[in-house]
């Protein structure tokens, strides 16, 4: 079974300039996580998806970043403009449904250096 | 609110030595437990978790007991090896809630030289 997949891996951008990750889930997978792991910090929730609907962005910086995922499969969550304060690892998880026993699988990550 | 208090590391170990990793949580209902590890250049995977009370989670030789009494999960292994060499999260998730996110802790990192 293919796991979560997740590009660019890397990234490095100036300041103010815009970029954009992706993540492709596990096939069948309904429930889809953005995290953002600071360096030296566990994940943190950005937004959360079940389909094609979100059901918790609340912990999103709405003025500068924004996420979709069109037909219920892929992602892509876009900063725009990159502040220096976010310079961190962008992760994709996925789970079947958002219940929480069931596991939630992740992606390797997106590794963004903002200068 | 929900959060976790994990210790902080690095935990520098010799190979066969036990290992503990603290994590004590608070949670505003009743939270499953799970403990993550990052291996190096690799996304975070579930080691193990624990869903109620007295539960012990276990894998790989890792174990872990849900106490409440206590609010902990601690992390242990009787006889680490160098390839368990990684980061080790641990991360809740409220039951009964249909969101199903997990809170970190901060994560603690783990050495073993051989």
């Known amino acids: 079974e293919a796991g979560v997949a997740q590009s660019p891996r890397y990234k490095i951008i100036e300041k103010r300039q815009s970029v954009a990750f992706w993540c492709n889930p596990i096939?069948?997978?309904?429930?889809l996580y953005w995290y953002q792991q600071i360096l030296g910090q566990g994940p943190k929730l950005l937004i959360q998806?079940?389909?094609?609907?979100?059901?918790?962005d609340s912990q999103l910086p709405k003025d500068r970043f924004s996420a979709e995922r069109l037909k219920g499969v892929d992602s892509t969550l876009k900063i725009q403009p990159a502040k220096l304060e976010d310079s961190a690892v962008y992760l994709c998880?996925?789970?079947?449904?958002?219940?929480?026993?069931?596991?939630?699988?992740f992606g390797p990550g997106t590794r963004l250096t903002v200068l | 609110g929900n959060s976790v208090t994990q210790m902080e590391g690095p935990v520098t170990l010799s190979e066969e030595a036990f290992l503990t990793i603290n994590c004590t949580y608070t949670?505003?209902?009743?939270?499953?437990l799970f403990w993550y590890v990052q291996y190096p250049g690799e996304g975070l995977q579930l080691l193990l978790k624990a869903t109620k009370a007295d539960d012990k989670g276990s894998n790989k030789g890792f174990e872990a007991t849900y106490r409440k009494e206590t609010t902990s999960f601690h992390l242990e292994k009787g006889s680490v090896q160098v390839s368990d060499s990684a980061v080790y999260f641990c991360?809740?998730?409220?039951?009964?809630?249909?969101?199903?996110?997990?809170?970190f802790g901060r994560g603690t990192q783990l050495t073993v030289w051989p």
């Open positions: 096939s069948g997978h309904a429930t």
């Open positions: 998880a996925s789970s079947l449904d958002g219940t929480n026993y069931n596991e939630q699988f």
């Open positions: 949670a505003t209902g009743y939270p499953s």
């Open positions: 998806f079940q389909n094609n609907g979100v059901v918790d």
């Open positions: 991360a809740l998730s409220v039951r009964g809630s249909t969101l199903g996110r997990l809170y």
